[in-house]
C-alpha cells in the first residue's frame, strides 16, 4: 500500500509521527530507536526567547496517565538555530517544527526566522498549551483569534501550516473551522487536557502550577472522538494523536478520519512502538486491502 | 544508553521493605557506572504507566549481573518485588553520569541515606579496588532498614541510625563530620540519599571545603532528556539541569538548595 500522506504542499513518508514535547529534538532518542521509519519528527516548542520552563514538580502520573507542566521549556529562536539546525539538517526523517508564543507576534517572528531553512518540512502551531500563562491555550480557545493568527502565519511560509488545537473547548469543531478558513493545510489534535492532582497530606496541589495537561492511555478515547468530529467538520486532513500506545489505537485514529497520527506519552514507555504500530497499520490495511490513507475513511460515517 | 530486554535472576529482601533485584547484563550491552541508573517498565499495560528510575548498586562482568536496590512503596515496586528468577526486565540503561573519581590526595567519604544505599554500595566497592579506597557511612532511620548484603572486607564501613537501633546514634552526616575530624584527612564526599541529607551534606563540605557529589532525584518522564520533566534548579548559565541527562550527579555547589 502506499502509506505516504499528503499535507498541504508537502509529503510525509509514512503518518506515524511523534508528538512535540516528548521526542525533543531527535538527538536525544537516535541511540534507542531508528529515526528513519518515523513519519514526521514534531519538534519541542520553538518561542522567541528561551524559556527556563516552569518550577518542579514537572510531572505527576495518574491512571493510565501523566500530567505535565514544562512551561515551553526551551532555547528559544537563537539558540534553536545555533543547537538545533545543524542536527535537524541531518535527520533521516521530516521535522516538523512546533511553534509558540505568548502573542501573534511571537508565532510570526518564529516562523519568519526560520521559514527559509530547507530542514524544516513544516510548521505545527501550538495554540493550545496549558502550561503557561499567556498565548497557547488562550489564543486558541477563540475562533476569530485563530482564524486571524492563522490567515497571517499563511503568508510567512509555504511550507505545510498545521494548527494544533486544544480539547480544552466546549466546541473543538470551531476551531478547527476557524483554521481552515485561515488557511491552514491541516489541524493536528487533540492537545493535553487540563488536569490536576491534589496532594492530601501536604494540603496543596503537586504541580506549582496547581494544574498542567493529561495526557497517555487515559486520553485515547477523548482523543478519538474530538477526532472523529473533528475531520467529518473540515475539508483539510486531521492529524491524531491522544493516547496512542499500540497499532490499534492509531487504526481506530485513521478510521476516524485522520490523515496521520501522533505517538506522544508512548515515546518515554516503548522504543519500539513507532514501528509496531507502523506494521499494525499496514497489516490492517493488507487485511482490508486498503491502498491509501484515504481508505481507512470509509468504514466509519 | 540501550533498549534492554533481559531477565531476572534474583528478587530478594536486603531490609525492610528493601529488595536487591540482580538481573542478567547481555555482553553487547555498555557496562554501567556507580552512579548511573536504568528505567525499568513494570507492566506491559498502562497502570503503572511510566518507566520508574532506579539506580545501580552493583555490576559484575564475570557473572554477566547487574544490580540494583529498591525500596516497595507504591504500585510500580510492589509489582517489582513480586518479579521472579526468568521473569523479564525491560530496562533502558545505562543513564545519566556516574561518580566521578577522587580527586589526588583525597579521601572518598560514602554518605548514603535510606535507598540511597545502592550507589553508594556500588561506587564503595569499586573504589575498594583502587589505591583510594574511602569510608562507606550508611544511614538508616532504625535497625530493620539497614542493608543485610555483604560487601568487600576492604570496605570500611560504619552503620549509623537515628533512634540507635543499630550502629552509631546519629544522621550520616554527623557521623561524616566526626570521622573526617578524627582522621583529618582532606575528604571528598559523594552522597545518596534524602533531599535534606544531601543538603547537609553540601553545607558539610562547605564547612571543610571539600568537594561533594551529590545523586539528585526529581519525577522523571523519558529519561533521555527529551521531555524536560525530571530537573532541577543550579546555578550558573541555565536556570535547570536534567537529572537524566546532566545528572543524576552533581557537584553539590551547582545546586541550588533549598
Known amino acids: 500500500m502506499d502509506l505516504s500522506v499528503r499535507i498541504g504542499p508537502g509529503t510525509l513518508p509514512n503518518p506515524v509521527g511523534v508528538a512535540s514535547g516528548t521526542f525533543g529534538y531527535g538527538s536525544e532518542y537516535e541511540k534507542l530507536i531508528d529515526l528513519s521509519i518515523i513519519g514526521a519528527l514534531y519538534t519541542k516548542a520553538v518561542t522567541p526567547e528561551a524559556r527556563p520552563g516552569n518550577a518542579t514538580p514537572r510531572i505527576i502520573e495518574t491512571a493510565a496517565g501523566m500530567i505535565n507542566s514544562i512551561g515551553l521549556a526551551n532555547n528559544g529562536l537563537a539558540g534553536f538555530k545555533t543547537a538545533k539546525i545543524p542536527y535537524l539538517r541531518t535527520l533521516p526523517c521530516p521535522a516538523v517544527v512546533n511553534v509558540a508564543g505568548a502573542k501573534g507576534d511571537d508565532y510570526a517572528r518564529v516562523i519568519e526566522e526560520l521559514a527559509d531553512e530547507d530542514c524544516i518540512w513544516g510548521w505545527e502551531v501550538n495554540l493550545s498549551c496549558p502550561n503557561v500563562k499567556t498565548g497557547g491555550l488562550a489564543l486558541g480557545t477563540n475562533p476569530a483569534e485563530v482564524e486571524q493568527l492563522t490567515a497571517r502565519l499563511r503568508k510567512l511560509s509555504s511550507k505545510p501550516l498545521i494548527i494544533k488545537l486544544t480539547p480544552n473547548v466546549t466546541d473543538i469543531t470551531a476551531i478547527a473551522r476557524a483554521a481552515e478558513a485561515g488557511g491552514a493545510d491541516a489541524v493536528s489534535c487533540i492537545n493535553t ?76 514507555i516503548d522504543p519500539t512502538v513507532h514501528q509496531k504500530v507502523l506494521d499494525g497499520i499496514r497489516e490492517f490495511a493488507a487485511l482490508h486491502d486498503l491502498q491509501t490513507i484515504s481508505d481507512f475513511h470509509q468504514f466509519i460515517d | 544508553m540501550a533498549h534492554i530486554v533481559t531477565s531476572v535472576l534474583e528478587n530478594r529482601p536486603v531490609a525492610q521493605d528493601y529488595y536487591e533485584l540482580r538481573l542478567a547484563w547481555p555482553s553487547w550491552a555498555p557496562a554501567p557506572q556507580p552512579g548511573q541508573f536504568l528505567t525499568v517498565r513494570t507492566v506491559d499495560g498502562p497502570v503503572p504507566l511510566l ?166 532525584e526529581q519525577t522523571m518522564g523519558c529519561a533521555v532528556g527529551a521531555c524536560m520533566g525530571c530537573v532541577v534548579r543550579v546555578h550558573g548559565g541555565e536556570e535547570y539541569a536534567r537529572v537524566c541527562t546532566e545528572g543524576p550527579v552533581f557537584d553539590s555547589r551547582t545546586i541550588v538548595w533549598t
Open chain 1, 193 to 268: 487536557l487540563v488536569g490536576m492532582v491534589i496532594d492530601t497530606k501536604a494540603l496543596r496541589p503537586v504541580l506549582p502550577g496547581k494544574t498542567g495537561g493529561l495526557s497517555g492511555p487515559a486520553i485515547f478515547p477523548v482523543g478519538l472522538a474530538a477526532v472523529y468530529r473533528v475531520a467529518h467538520a473540515i475539508k483539510i486532513p486531521v492529524v491524531g494523536l491522544g493516547g496512542i500506545t499500540e497499532a490499534d489505537h492509531a487504526v481506530q485514529y485513521l478510521l476516524a478520519g485522520a490523515y496521520a497520527i501522533q505517538i506522544g506519552t508512548a515515546n518515554f
Open chain 2, 51 to 216: 518507566r520508574r528510575p532506579f539506580a545501580f548498586s552493583g555490576f559484575d562482568r564475570a557473572d554477566s549481573s547487574a544490580r540494583i536496590i529498591y525500596q516497595r512503596r507504591g504500585h510500580a515496586t510492589t509489582l517489582m518485588s513480586a518479579k521472579r528468577p526468568f521473569d523479564p526486565f525491560d530496562i533502558l540503561a545505562p543513564l545519566g553520569n556516574g561518580f566521578p573519581d577522587p580527586s589526588s590526595g583525597r579521601r572518598p567519604i560514602l554518605i548514603a541515606g535510606g535507598i540511597g544505599m545502592g550507589p553508594m554500595l556500588f561506587l564503595a566497592e569499586r573504589l575498594a579496588q583502587t589505591p583510594y579506597p574511602g569510608i562507606l557511612i550508611i544511614g538508616a532511620r532504625s535497625a530493620q532498614y539497614l542493608p543485610r548484603v555483604v560487601l568487600s572486607h576492604s570496605v570500611q564501613t560504619i552503620l549509623c541510625t537515628d533512634d540507635g537501633s543499630a550502629g552509631r546514634k546519629g544522621s550520616a552526616v554527623d557521623i561524616a563530620r566526626e570521622e573526617i575530624r578524627q582522621e583529618a584527612c582532606a575528604p571528598e564526599l559523594y552522597l545518596c540519599g534524602p533531599h535534606g541529607m544531601l543538603a547537609a551534606g553540601h553545607e558539610l563540605a562547605e564547612e571543610l571545603d571539600a568537594p561533594a557529589w551529590v545523586s539528585m
